[in-house]
């Protein structure tokens, strides 16, 4: 008992602060500067607010710099959190210097070890801004999601898919996965419909219905060209030609609208014209297989083949 006193005594007085060190402690937790703090904390998350209100309201309402908006208000927010931040602690810690910066070491050397992911996710929303493979407004596809960005926070990315779905992606996927951005900071974008007929049908007369349908939308950009290809491809075991439409919409906005208009008019046309869809080898089969088969009481049915031999054998027969 008495070597675990001396033992555990040393390590004990070691622990314990000196008078000094808890009266600079006790200056750190100065309630007036904690209130200062608390202001500034209040100031910055009521202005990030108002500021983003406002930018959405003058991107809304000029839709030719809606993205300029959207993009501005991401830097603004970082700016604006990063300013806050560097308040609080000049607050906190006025007059103490050199304990700042022992301490902003010491913490980010504890956050960087316990919470390493949340830390690569904040380098990495700097990076974005930064390297801008994407941003705010753009169509992008990553993995399995497809949607608008609609905010490029600190910690995720923010996806809104067409089913009204809002999808947190953190940001450091976005440094090691490939993502595609469907256009890249402006405001059109291109729109690609596949259309499939038999490989027998009139593409030609195809390819105009496509093509008008395209260019007459009233969601397409004429400033840009509108083209349709023509391809054959494999489809359920057979083959079958495919027909693409490439046009561009006049907003991002307007994709799932544009490819509805598209695709309705399309079929529509289709369906006055007895367009062929294509189909799979074994309905081809069977379509070939009933049109070759013969029907009953023709002459080279199969009950008309059984039957002859009986009539021939009474023919035969003495009267």
Known sequence: MILLDLLTYPMLA???PEPEQLAEAFELLNFGRIARAMIVIVAAYAANHFLASALERFGEGQA????LFKKFSSFARLSIFGLATYMVLMTVMEGKEQMLVGFLATLGFALGFAFKDTASS???????LIDQPFQVGDRVTFGDI??????IGLRSVRIVTPGDDQ???PNNKFLTDAVASSNAGALDMMVCIDFYIGITADFDLAKRIIYEASITSRYVFLQKPAVVTTKEVGFAGGLATCLQSKAYVLD???DIAYITDVTERVKRKFREHNMQYPYSRRYAAELDFREFQPHPGDENSAEVRAEQPKKEAVALLPQ
């Open 14 to 16: 070691q622990a314990t």
């Open 64 to 67: 030719n710099r809606r993205l």
């Open 122 to 128: 904040l380098m990495a929303g700097v990076l974005i």
């Open 146 to 151: 497809y949607g608008e960005v609609t905010e």
């Open 167 to 169: 999808i947190s992606v």
């Open 252 to 254: 991002t906005r307007y």
